[in-house]
RNA sequence: GGGAGCUUAGCUCAGUUGGUUCAGAGCAUCUGCCUUACAAGCAGAGGGUCACUAGUUCGAAUCUAGUAGUUCCCACCA
């Protein structure tokens, strides 16, 4: 049967996929293994699969069938995620596209739509991921508004706040004037944007000409100030004390008070305060019972307590008011500024500080032992560096603002009654029982109960993830959860290390007193090869699917592990995926190779095939030691390489060309089986990070039963043989000596096909047999020769002390024989002068220990040997 | 403003407790090969004052301090 020179991946993926789902290779139930769970961390529902992801999830799919096959019952669990303001906003667009306002429509209404996209356009990226050969166990697939999944969310709301962790308040908060909603500070995102300062006179109350000048960055809201600010002790405004200043165009009065607070050097000094837009000058406004007027409408605009420029946008007013200003006289300046800007995270739109009625959650008490756990390596960060970084956020935390004036999510759980107060509860009768207890004089019924009209914050239901998709809220005993919790490893990105890795710990802890997963692999950003991270915008983010047609979903698998250990940005170039794309090609070519050979069974097994065979095995056990060391401490592009070089270099480069039979010539059946018994074990090695290809070849290279699956193969382990570190250097040294007689053949120019001799200057002893055979094969020589005299007109070299000598019939090229030589001689000598600086070194001698001691004089020693071997070459030469 | 990290070959990165020829790997580059598994390949080669400075030490890529550059996180400076 013919095998195309090039793999294929196309059909092969498509195939096994099936294969793997319709064989049920993915589901797992609870049984007598050990469980090994992952919890994806669900992408928006209406989100396409991205760089990002491809990396996220080939991590996780690795470290799912790693312990699959390492005997563990491993499941990963795959979802999507609500995302409230990104889909709501997607939503709100699409029916603007119609023709349809969402102010048009009731809540019922829009909610009717937003389900209909969700069914239509949503969970898109997990049919995406299958092409990445994501082992998911997909009859699992949950979705955080699921009816169950909401459930727990209530319930869980409920109970914080019967445990008075929730509250509600008026506060200053973080408001998306697109997003018409309140944000929490994560979602805040601050840049840097040139802007004006602009310097703006007050008149003082009761002079004609005498002002005081404020320098401020949003002159539009001049009209809601109620104070302006000095420092106490700032000599140029002591005489002020006590007075008063007329705000520009609305002449209202207002006091000038003294803070601290109040940077002396910056601008003039003295600082407008707008209680209802700052949240500095809001925290003054309190401190000395200033007013607060709120001259904005929710989407931005100003509104009728302006005065001025009422309906119109606070940037447009910003620029109208500068020519109303110096009209009135009272613009001093304006300078180019540089300053921070808070824009939403979702919207992109300029964040409004705003006061308002909302939820809080209090933090405090969740915080104190999630960070204990995480302190106390009960949770183990890789790399570890971010348990810093999440210190530091749990000792600041902050109230965590719940609630978002949006439709799509999950709906606050309290309900409000005619006489302003509210009760919270699980369900409108709940709520109604609860109401009519606590005030039976009002006669409640049902109809009297209204619904709080806010929903979520979208990490609200994420943080009940790890024990949701378990049901471990509303049944906190079955089996399942029992089981499957917590999850063996967390794989995400550290920009949502506050958003959800944190909750999620905090929600563990508080609701099934344990922590969620016992790692947390941290995944750099993929940002492409000039470092810039991957955007729309930039349009400098390949599709991940195109990737995936070109090079194969394993040979992007590969790509993307090339380069990124944990936590370190990756910087994506698809010749990264070429690489892992000619990886597969090779070991495809490698079974090419191996399938075509004829086998004779009679034939006795040369000395070369048990060499090879022998120390391969040897050096597959090396191997499987590093690479368990790696995924221990979460190295995977480490362990991949080593399966890289090990295939390629070992395997293929080495190992295939020992044991390959002289042309058209059959193999020997001992050698041939254990060469199938390898490769079995090199594609099983392989199999995590390259799923397809592996499987394709597992099952071309024995017969295997309709069932069977490389997936659930056992995954070899290490056995190490006490003589085996000996057998590997003895076999690594004539490596070396292959690779000197072939710089001897690139240098003279003496092709492979025409053989050479060698000769070894030193008694033969009778393992030599076991090695020279390699030599032979691998160099084209004949017969190793052993003898006891130097040979003149050969070429030399000289490995591990011994002289070899590789006669060459043209004559030798003297001076450039001569010229390598000198250049070794001078080489060794160097090396030898510094030993012997070390060890005429009394306090080297005195303090290094012994062992140190010795290596300097064995290597003194043999520095020495090889100077005596170097001159006399150089004598007989001349 | 505060904190954390990083700086090793052209590029991306390893380098565990300071000590074995420790200065490494992959990719890229150069040279020679279309050698019957693979040119998506084979064989070989070159390439680094380990950011800089000072210190500790018998000995520093490794430890300490400072400097420069760089990245990220946090923070209410108008």
């Not at 991921?129 to 979705?143: E, H, I, M, N």
């Not at 309190?286 to 940037?315: M, S, W």
């Not at 790399?383 to 749990?394: E, Q, R």
Request: glycine share 4%; proline share 5%; aromatic share 10%.
């Amino acid at each position: 049967m013919e095998i195309a020179t090039k793999y294929e991946p196309k059909n092969i993926e498509d195939k096994w996929y099936q294969f793997w789902i319709e064989h049920q290779l993915f589901a797992s139930r609870p049984n007598q293994q050990k469980p090994f769970t992952v919890v994806i961390p669900p992408p928006n529902v209406t989100g396409v699969l991205h760089m990002g992801h491809m990396l996220n999830n080939t991590i996780q799919d690795v470290l799912v069938r790693r312990a699959r096959m390492r005997g563990y019952n491993a499941v990963w669990v795959p979802g999507t995620d609500h995302a409230s303001i990104a889909t709501e906003a997607k939503v709100v667009n699409m029916l603007k596209e119609k023709g349809i306002d969402k102010r048009s429509l009731s809540r019922e209404e829009f909610l009717k739509y937003a389900w209909e996209w969700k069914e239509k356009y949503g969970g898109i990226i997990l049919k995406q991921l299958r092409k990445l050969g994501a082992s998911c166990d997909w009859d699992r697939t949950r979705f955080t508004m699921d009816p169950e999944m909401s459930e727990a969310v209530t319930k869980v709301f409920v109970d914080l706040y019967n445990k008075g962790k929730i509250y509600r308040g008026v506060r200053m908060v973080n408001w998306d004037p697109k997003a018409l909603t309140a944000v929490s500070d994560e979602e805040v995102i601050y840049h840097e944007v040139q802007s004006k300062l602009y310097y703006v006179r007050y008149l003082i109350e009761g002079t004609k000409d005498e002002y005081v000048t404020i320098a401020t960055t949003r002159p539009e809201t001049i009209v809601g100030d109620t104070a302006i600010c000095m420092h106490p002790e700032d000599e140029r405004y002591k005489h002020l004390r006590g007075k008063r200043a007329i705000v520009p165009l609305v002449n209202r009065s207002i006091p000038l008070i003294f803070d601290e607070y109040v940077d002396r050097d910056f601008g003039t000094g003295a600082l407008k305060i707008t209680p209802a837009h700052d949240i500095n000058d809001y925290n003054l406004g309190i401190k000395y019972k200033l007013d607060t007027i709120n001259i904005f409408n929710d989407n931005g605009t100003l509104n009728e307590a302006a005065q001025f420029l009422v309906g119109v946008d606070r940037f447009e007013a910003r620029k109208q008011i500068i020519p109303l200003l110096e009209a009135a006289g009272n613009l001093v300046k304006i300078e180019d500024y540089t300053n921070k800007v808070g824009y939403s995270e979702r919207t992109n739109e300029v964040i409004e500080p705003k006061l308002s009625l909302q939820w809080f959650c209090d933090m405090a008490s969740l915080a104190k032992p999630a960070l204990d756990v995480v302190m106390k390596d009960e949770i183990k960060f890789y790399p570890d560096k971010f348990k810093n970084t999440y210190a530091h956020w749990m000792e600041n935390v902050k109230d965590w603002c719940i609630s978002r004036q949006l439709w799509w999510g999950h709906r606050i759980p309290a309900y409000h009654l005619p006489n302003r107060e509210f009760v919270v509860a699980v369900s409108k009768e709940e709520a109604l029982k609860i109401a009519v207890e606590k005030y039976p004089e009002l006669n409640l019924t049902i109809d009297d109960l209204k619904q709080d009209e806010d929903v979520m914050d979208t990490w609200f239901s994420s943080w009940l993830w790890p024990m949701s998709v378990f049901d471990g809220i509303r049944n906190p005993h079955n089996p399942e959860v029992d089981y499957y919790y917590p999850a063996a490893v967390l794989v995400t990105a550290p920009d949502i290390i506050f958003f959800w890795v944190a909750r999620m710990i905090m929600a563990g802890l508080e609701w099934r007193q344990a922590v969620p997963f016992k790692d947390v692999y941290f995944t750099g950003t993929v940002r492409d090869k000039l470092g810039r991270k991957m955007s729309k915008q930039l349009g400098n983010s390949p599709d991940p699917i195109m990737l995936m047609e070109k090079f194969g979903a394993d040979g992007v698998r590969m790509g993307m592990l090339l380069s990124s250990p944990a936590g370190n940005d990756l910087l994506f170039d698809e010749s990264l995926c070429e690489q892992g794309r000619n990886f597969n090609n090779k070991i495809w070519n490698a079974f090419r190779l191996i399938k075509g050979w004829e086998v004779d069974e009679k034939l006795p097994q040369p000395q070369s095939n048990a060499t090879a065979v022998k120390w391969f095995t040897m050096r597959l056990n090396e191997v499987l030691t590093e690479m368990n060391d790696h995924f221990e401490k979460y190295r995977l592009s480490d362990a991949l390489m080593a399966v890289y070089k090990l295939v390629w270099d070992d395997f293929c480069s080495c190992f295939l060309e020992v044991v390959k039979p002289p042309y058209q010539k059959p193999i020997d059946g001992k050698t041939y089986g254990e060469i199938i018994d390898i490769f079995d074990k090199l594609l099983r090695i392989t199999h995590p990070f390259m799923p397809f290809i592996t499987e394709e070849l597992w099952h071309s290279l024995k017969d295997r039963k309709d069932d069977e699956s490389i997936m659930v193969a056992v995954m070899p382990e290490p056995q190490c043989g006490a003589d085996d570190q000996q057998y590997l250097n003895r076999f690594a040294n004539t490596q070396k000596v292959i690779e000197r007689v072939r710089r001897v053949r690139a240098e003279k120019n003496i092709a492979q096909k025409n053989p050479v001799n060698l000769y070894v200057l030193r008694k033969k002893v009778a393992e030599d047999d076991e090695m020279d055979c390699i030599i032979e094969k691998l160099c084209n020589i004949p017969k190793v020769e052993y003898i006891t005299e130097k040979m003149p007109g050969a070429i030399l070299f000289i490995e591990q002390n011994v002289e070899y000598f590789v006669p060459f019939a043209e004559n030798i090229d003297k001076d450039a024989e001569l010229k390598k030589l000198n250049d070794e001689l001078a080489y060794v000598e160097n090396f030898l002068q510094s030993v012997l600086k070390k060890l005429s070194n009394e306090r080297f001698v005195q303090n290094a220990p012994e062992q140190v001691v010795a290596v300097e004089r064995k290597k003194q020693a043999d520095a020495e040997a090889k100077i005596q071997l170097l001159k006399e070459q150089i004598a007989g030469l001349k």
